[in-house]
């Protein structure tokens, strides 16, 4: 089973812990990894290959969904700003990454995509550790728009 599809069957049933909370168009998820605090990621549910392949009104929602996912990472942290990238190369089902970026990255990194982390050695996320911050991203996702 492809990863995304994986991902949002394991959702649907109540068994992802890094679930933060279904949106409009999808799942909100927290990272696998948390080298940029606050990395979340958008997954469609319906799965599908691209965004392209949802009609009109589908897309405006998970495009609105995205920027409200990344406006709910964006106060629940002390990040300067938000990055978002839909790629599809390796895993070929539609995912938004949201990455929170940081004045106090690196400098070889604040400037570079966020795949220049060495993704292998990050901290995996862990409801321990995240919880608080993934419990403040649904916080914000659950207010009124």
Known sequence: MP???ERVALARIGANENV???????WAVMGDV?????YCLLLP????AS????DT???ATYLLDMARLGDAVLHATDAQRMNYEILGNSEPELHCHIFPRYASEPDDKRRMPAWFYDWKNAVPYAEEVHGDLRKAIERLLRQPT
Do not use: H, K, Y
Request: charged share 20%; net charge negative; hydrophobic share 45%.
């Open 3 to 5: 990863l995304i599809t």
């Open 20 to 26: 933060i909370c279904r949106m409009a168009s999808g």
């Open 34 to 38: 948390q080298f940029l605090p606050g």
């Open 45 to 48: 549910d319906p799965v599908v």
């Open 51 to 54: 965004l392209n392949d949802l």
């Open 57 to 59: 009104e589908a897309r």
